[in-house]
C-alpha cells in the first residue's frame, strides 16, 4: 500500500513541478492555477521538453508494472489502475507531439492561458516578480508555438485555410494593451505591466501573427480534418481511443452513428406530424433555422435552453448513478473575444 502511495504522490508533485519533467506545454502552471497554488513560470511547447515528458512517463509505467497489486483491496487495484492509465495517456499523448496542433479556433495560448492569469495576483513585491516572470514566459511560449507550427508545416501538418480567421483574430486581440488577457486577475496591474507587455508580449505574438497570416496561410490546404495530414489516420485512431477509453475503431464509432442519426430521423418525423408540418425533412430542417419559436433571439435564451437539457439529463441521473455531484453547474456566456472560435 505504501509504495502505491508513494507512487500516487510522486505523480501528484510531479504534475505541480515548475521545473519537472511534466512541466512542458504549460501543464504544470495549469495544474498549480487549477489547484490554487502560486505560479512563477510557464514552460513553453517544445520538442525537448515533451521528450522529457515521455522519458518520465516510461520510467513510471516501468515502477508501476512493478507493484504487484494482486492483495490490494478494491480501492487500492482501482487506484493503481487510474494510475496506470493517466501516465499511459500522459505517454501516448507525447507519442502525436507532431499531430497536436494548439493553435485552433478552439484551443489557443491566449484564451487556455486566461485561467492561469485570473488566478494570478500582483500585490507585494514576492507577487509581482512572480507575475512578470510569467509575462516573459508568455513571450516565449508563442515563439515556441510559432517554431512549432513551422515544424509542423514541413512535415505537412497544416490547418484548413477555412478556420484561419478565428485563430488569427484571437492573437491579434491578445496583443491589446488595455485589454490584454494577460494582466493579473486578483489585482490591479502593478506599475510597469504596459511597459513589460509591449517588450515581452507583443514582438512575440506580432511575429506569430505574421508566421499564420503568411507562410502558414500560404501552406494551408483546402481539405478537412485529419485524413489530409501525413500520418492522420493513426492519429485519429489514437484519438478515438484517447476520448472514448475503448477499442472502438472510427468505422465501429461511425456505425452507431449511423444507428443513433437513423433513430433522430424516425423521431423527427414524429415531431412533424406533432407540428402538423407537412413538408418534407429538408424543408423541415430549413424551417427550424428561421421559426422564431425554435431559434433563440439572444445569448440568454440560448444560456437559458442549455440549462434546461442539462436539468433534464440531471433529473435522469438517478437512474443511472448511485451518487449525485454536489458541484453547481450552469451556462455562462463566453467573453466577447473568444466567441469567434
Given amino acids: 500500500m505504501e509504495v502505491l502511495q508513494r507512487a500516487i504522490d510522486g505523480y501528484e508533485a510531479t504534475n505541480g513541478d515548475e521545473q519537472g519533467p511534466l512541466r512542458g506545454a504549460a501543464f504544470a502552471a495549469i495544474y498549480r492555477s487549477a489547484q490554487g497554488m502560486p505560479i512563477s513560470g510557464i514552460a513553453p511547447e517544445t520538442e ?30 482501482l ?26 479556433p478552439y484551443r489557443c495560448f491566449p484564451s487556455s492561458f486566461r485561467m492561469i492569469f485570473r488566478a494570478l495576483e500582483a500585490d507585494g513585491d514576492e507577487a509581482r516578480e512572480r507575475y512578470f516572470a510569467v509575462l516573459r514566459d508568455v513571450g516565449a511560449y508563442a515563439r515556441a508555438a510559432k517554431a512549432k507550427l513551422e515544424g509542423q508545416v514541413r512535415r505537412g501538418i497544416v490547418l484548413p485555410r477555412r478556420v484561419l480567421g478565428p485563430i488569427i483574430a484571437t492573437h491579434r486581440d491578445a496583443m491589446s494593451i488595455e485589454k490584454s488577457p494577460f494582466l493579473p486577475g486578483r489585482s490591479a496591474a502593478p506599475d510597469g505591466t504596459q511597459e513589460a507587455l509591449r517588450e515581452h508580449i507583443v514582438p512575440a505574438v506580432a511575429e506569430l501573427l505574421a508566421y499564420l497570416e503568411g507562410p502558414y496561410a ?46 433522430l430521423r424516425e423521431a423527427m418525423a414524429a415531431v412533424r406530424a406533432r407540428l402538423g408540418f407537412s413538408g418534407t425533412a429538408a424543408e423541415f430542417h430549413a424551417q427550424l433555422r428561421v421559426d422564431p419559436r425554435f431559434v433563440p433571439q439572444s445569448p440568454e435564451q440560448i444560456g437559458d435552453k442549455l440549462e434546461r437539457f442539462a436539468r433534464i439529463g440531471f433529473d435522469a441521473l438517478d437512474s443511472l448513478f448511485g451518487r449525485r455531484q454536489k458541484a453547481p453547474f450552469g451556462a455562462k456566456r463566453l467573453p466577447e473575444d473568444l466567441e469567434a472560435g
Fill in 48 to 77: 525537448e521538453l515533451n521528450e522529457e515528458g515521455a522519458a518520465w512517463c516510461r520510467s513510471a509505467l516501468a515502477q508501476l508494472d512493478r507493484i504487484d497489486g494482486s492483495k490490494f483491496d478494491d480501492q487500492n487495484r
Fill in 218 to 263: 500560404a501552406a494551408a490546404s483546402d481539405g478537412w480534418g485529419q485524413s489530409a495530414l501525413p500520418g492522420g489516420a493513426e492519429h485519429y485512431r489514437y484519438c478515438v481511443r484517447d476520448n472514448t477509453t475503448t477499442e472502438l475503431t472510427p468505422e465501429q464509432i461511425h456505425e452507431r452513428g449511423l444507428g443513433v442519426v437513423a433513430e
Fill in 79 to 104: 487506484s493503481l489502475a487510474v494510475l496506470r492509465h493517466a501516465v499511459a495517456r500522459r505517454l501516448q499523448s507525447a507519442q502525436h507531439y507532431w499531430h497536436v496542433i494548439t493553435v485552433t
